[in-house]
Structures are given as structure tokens and as C-alpha cells.
């Protein structure tokens, strides 16, 4: 499985931007899929999650209410709305897979394939 971030990029405080990440494999449609994150200088964290049909969704506390994870299984893509963002929200994104389709799952070593990243900038 191959995964591909893309739609990186930098933004002004207040703006939005939409994080894709397209999947490799036929089995796509069974994955649970997540968003991380890294910030210079700090380890990794999780952002956003999603199970295999998009019917349950969890976040961490600093995306609830300002990012929405959704999928999209006849693209093999899942997508991250980030709205209203924030200096804080400067980092690497980063989209990962767990095949077993477990849910929620919110630690990094939970997922078996990442993708490359893509890096986000928010400018005051």
C-alpha cells in the first residue's frame, strides 16, 4: 500500500486548506484512516481518524470543530478539511493506514503504512 499526501501549503491565520490523500491497493475500502501531524521540535501527534465507510470519525481536542476528516472509497482518497486554522497548526501532515480497520485508533504505531507528508504553514 502506497499513500500519497498532497494540497500542503501555506495560509494566513483564519484561512483554509484541504489535505488529500490518495491510497494505493484495491482493499482500500476496508482501511481505517488517520492524519498526524509534526511540528518542528515536537514528536508526532494525531489529528483526525476515520473507519472503513466513513460512519464514525474521531479527533483529537485542538482539530474538533475545525477539521473534518471524510473518504471517498470509489477515489481511494481521504480528505482533510482544515478550517480556521491556526499558528499551531504549522507542521508536516502526515495521512497513515491501519488495514485491520480498527477504530478509534489514535496512536501512531497503530497504523501500518504512512504516507510522505506534506508540509502546512499557517502566517499571521
Known amino acids: 500500500v502506497q499513500l500519497q499526501a498532497s494540497g500542503g501549503g501555506l495560509v494566513q491565520a483564519g484561512g483554509s486548506l484541504r489535505l488529500s490523500c490518495a491510497a494505493s491497493?484495491?482493499?482500500?475500502?476496508?482501511?481505517?484512516m488517520g492524519w498526524f501531524r509534526q511540528a518542528p521540535g515536537k514528536e508526532r501527534e494525531f489529528v483526525a481518524g476515520?473507519?472503513?465507510?466513513?460512519?464514525?470519525?474521531f479527533y483529537a481536542a485542538s482539530a474538533k470543530g475545525r477539521f473534518t476528516i471524510s473518504r471517498d472509497n470509489a477515489k481511494n482518497t481521504v480528505f482533510l478539511q482544515m478550517n480556521s486554522l491556526r499558528l499551531e497548526d504549522t507542521a508536516v501532515y502526515y495521512c497513515?493506514?491501519?488495514?485491520?480497520?480498527?477504530?478509534?485508533?489514535?496512536?501512531?504505531?497503530?497504523?501500518?503504512?504512512w504516507g510522505q507528508g506534506t508540509q502546512v504553514t499557517v502566517s499571521s
Open positions: 497513515a493506514a491501519d488495514p485491520a480497520g480498527r477504530v478509534p485508533i489514535i496512536r501512531g504505531v497503530e497504523y501500518t503504512y
Open positions: 491497493g484495491r482493499t482500500f475500502n476496508r482501511y481505517t
Open positions: 476515520i473507519n472503513w465507510n466513513g460512519g464514525s470519525t
